[in-house]
């Protein structure tokens, strides 16, 4: 007659030697087995053959024993037993959790399922034990646990300990040592292939250097994952292979300028606080929101700061080539409008050309498609409400017509588009378009066609970034709008009928990846002119001809955090009305 | 006739033997080459974004953020990561796809142009 203890013992070990075969293994041969359980093959043999006529196991004559599921119950049953009892002696009775593997062994034999039952309850019903080994339910249902080893997690990636799956004494003592135990939060910081080593950064920046052996012992989930893992309900933990991402995030980016214009006082100003948040119904459709704070202070219809709601739409995402966008959209237009997180350009403020020839921020009510085809061929088309020519100024240009999605006027909307090409890593080539009718405040109503092409190239590689950006705008009839606004306002405004502007920058990170962070230098080199072009009878203002010289570095002590300083020359055509010079300070930050 | 097969016999042999010292026998037991493919990610690309292998090639992907923290998530799998921001690291992560296209995108909100950071494995027989 066989004893309780030692068929449980067999049923531990086919079941423990079963979990670690080879996808695809089913059975588990019988040298491995008797090696397990410590007896010579043929006892092994002896002991399966029994175990089959009792309907625990399936037994193949030279091929090896797989559990039944009324085996594989009464196995999960015996470690449900294990693995509680281990966790009851370290958290109840201060065991050390390198020598309960021990006592467990004796005692999960002899212990009644009452007892069990109530130890589970008393300790909270535990989902691991002291190692991180999943305990069995009492029907001898596992949890799935996921996880990698630290030799195939990511690096520099914050993980947490779950598993350790070996129990030897000295092993686990190691463990406790070096503060590896589950629960733990650690960091691969590099892998050596050829040395066998895995250099760890563990508490308090304690870095560790553990033998490959050692590394593919600890198994690891990435901190995120495991937040959402425990935060989920059981049932849905069990059910989900990978965890969901968030559905709703918070992002922004801040600016934060000095800046003192040649003979005038220096001012300080919050320029820019700016809030991101996106929503995804589901994978497929997405919401991203931008809401901006301008200067930092409005009230009422005092000259001061804006509140702007800068995006605020809906992605549809179908495919990688085609995805329909609705909602408040940024113009696809030129580098900065779309990519203007402080960290990411040089300079306290953004281009003179991004500014009074492309009046960046532009963004407007509308709707349109966008994607990408090929390796790395990117479009974006949209419609959208049209520049207002009624608030075009000379110095500005088109600037102040942006209607911002203010009960915009739509009755006939423009068009705008981008093509992108990134050529290779770092290299982005850009062209852009617009053109609408601008008229429609005029009574009697008159076209106002305004279009504009842009072109731009941008190369960050190794520290190195250089761009080159070329914009120009038409005003059509500018000469009747000249006169239609002379008549409501009772001075003529001079508008141009082009303006043009380029710009050319370069950049070097002279100090890069250090753990002090980073410093860059640039300089910068803009001509633009708001009446390029003037309409029959118009004479531009020369003091509107205008470039600059920008230089300046960045100091980035994180690469979300840019302090910035930089001096900018002004300089115009006219001999009479100066630009003056300034020097500006920033400090921005994106998280 | 027994010299013969015995002289064409030595050839094969020799002929194996050439073959499997210049390497051209591959036996099939043989462990499965990894493709390492490198992908940098900055706000809002990704480079390369459209990767072609053959199915079943078993991908280690070295992704490399040149500026803020990213994520990569291959939509419809596990595959979801964060990559650390410039000089933090290269995240690695394993993948081997069967036949189809796999859209992967930006999983950790980057900027204003985030919904843009998207790319593609084309998996092929």
């Given amino acids: ?591 | 006739m027994r010299s013969c097969v015995r002289t064409c016999s030595v050839g094969i042999i020799v002929a194996a033997l050439l073959v499997e010292g210049t390497g051209w026998l591959v036996p099939a037991a043989r462990a499965q080459e990894v493709r390492v493919i490198e992908i940098a990610a900055e706000r809002f690309t990704f480079t390369p974004s459209e990767i072609r292998v053959k199915a079943g090639t078993q991908l280690e992907i070295r992704l490399q953020s040149d500026d803020t923290a990213h994520g990569f998530h291959i939509v419809g799998t596990d595959v979801d990561v964060e990559l650390p921001k410039r000089g933090r690291g290269i995240t690695t992560v394993s993948f081997q796809p069967t036949a189809g296209r796999y859209t992967f995108e930006c999983s950790k909100l980057c900027g204003a142009g985030h919904e843009f950071m998207r790319g593609v494995i084309i998996a092929t027989d």
């Avoid at chain 1, 024993?65 to 085996?71: E, M, P």
């Avoid at chain 1, 593997?101 to 212990?111: D, K």
């Avoid at chain 1, 509107?544 to 960045?554: P, Q």
């Fill in chain 1, 1 to 591: 007659m066989l004893t309780s203890s030692t068929v449980e013992n067999y049923l531990k070990a086919i079941y423990g030697g079963a979990a670690r075969l080879e996808p695809g293994h089913r059975l588990l041969p019988m040298g491995q087995l008797a090696s397990a359980v410590g007896v010579a093959p043929g006892t092994a043999t002896t002991m399966v053959k029994a175990l089959a006529e009792s309907g625990l196991v399936e037994y193949e004559p030279y091929s090896g024993v797989a559990l039944t599921a009324a085996g594989q119950k009464l196995a999960a049953l015996v470690l449900r037993r294990h693995r509680l009892i281990e966790l009851f002696l370290v958290r109840v009775m201060g065991y050390s959790w390198d020598e309960v593997h021990e006592e467990a062994e004796h005692l999960e034999h002899v212990v009644t399922d009452r007892l069990i039952e109530r130890i589970d309850a008393m300790l909270g019903r535990p989902e691991t034990d002291p190692h991180g080994d999943p305990i069995p339910n009492a029907e001898g249902l596992v949890k799935t646990q996921e996880g990698q080893t630290l030799l195939s997690c990511p690096l520099a990636t914050v993980v947490t300990v779950t598993r350790i799956i070996d129990q030897d004494k000295e092993f686990l003592r190691f463990i406790e040592q070096h503060q590896l135990k589950p629960g733990e939060s650690i960091e691969v910081e590099a892998r050596d292939a050829a040395a066998g080593s895995v250099r760890l950064r563990g508490k308090n920046d304690q870095r560790i250097t553990i033998g490959t052996r050692a590394a593919s012992k600890l198994l690891v989930q990435v901190a995120h994952v495991l937040l959402l893992f425990l935060l989920a309900t059981p049932a849905l933990a069990q059910s989900t292979r990978r965890a969901e991402p968030a559905r709703t995030n918070l992002s922004g980016y801040m600016d934060f300028h000095f800046n003192k214009p040649e003979f005038q006082d220096g001012s300080l100003d919050f320029h820019r606080f700016v809030l991101l948040v996106t929503h995804s119904f589901s994978d497929r459709i997405r919401f991203v929101g931008e809401l901006e704070l301008e200067h930092a202070f409005v009230e009422g219809l005092e000259e001061a700061g804006e509140l702007e709601l800068e995006q605020a739409y809906v992605d549809f995402l179908f495919t990688r080539s085609f995805n329909v966008r609705a909602g408040m959209i940024l113009m696809p237009i030129g580098i900065i409008n779309e990519r203007h997180e402080p960290p990411t350009y040089y300079g306290v403020e953004r281009p003179f050309l991004d500014t009074v020839i492309v009046p960046s921020t532009w963004f407007e009510a509308g709707a349109g498609i966008h994607g990408e085809v090929g390796r790395g061929w990117r479009y974006r088309a949209f419609v959208a409400a049209p520049l207002n020519a009624a608030a075009f100024s000379a110095e500005e240009g088109v600037r102040e017509g942006r209607q911002k999605g203010a009960e915009a006027n739509a009755g006939r909307p423009a068009v705008t588009g981008r093509i992108e090409y990134v050529a290779y890593r770092g290299l982005t080539l850009g062209a852009s378009a617009w053109s609408g009718k601008s008229g429609f405040e005029f009574r009697p109503r008159f076209d106002v066609p305004v279009s504009l092409v842009e072109t731009d190239a941008r190369y960050s590689r190794r520290g190195l970034e250089l761009r080159g950006q070329f914009a120009q705008v038409w005003i059509d009839n500018a000469g009747l709008l000249n006169d239609a606004l002379a008549l409501r306002v009772g001075v003529n405004p001079n508008i141009g009928s082009a303006l043009r502007g380029f710009s050319l920058e370069s950049g070097y990170r002279v100090i890069a990846n250090t753990a002090r962070g980073e410093v860059g230098v640039f300089t910068r080199y803009e001509n633009f002119d708001t009446q390029y072009r003037m309409p029959a009878g118009y004479v531009p203002l020369l003091q509107l001809d205008r470039d600059a010289w920008i230089v300046g570095a960045t100091y980035w002590p994180d690469p979300d955090v840019a302090v910035k300083v930089d001096y900018s020359i002004v300089r115009s055509q006219s001999a009479v009305v100066r630009a003056p010079n300034s020097f500006n300070v920033g400090l921005g930050w994106w998280f």
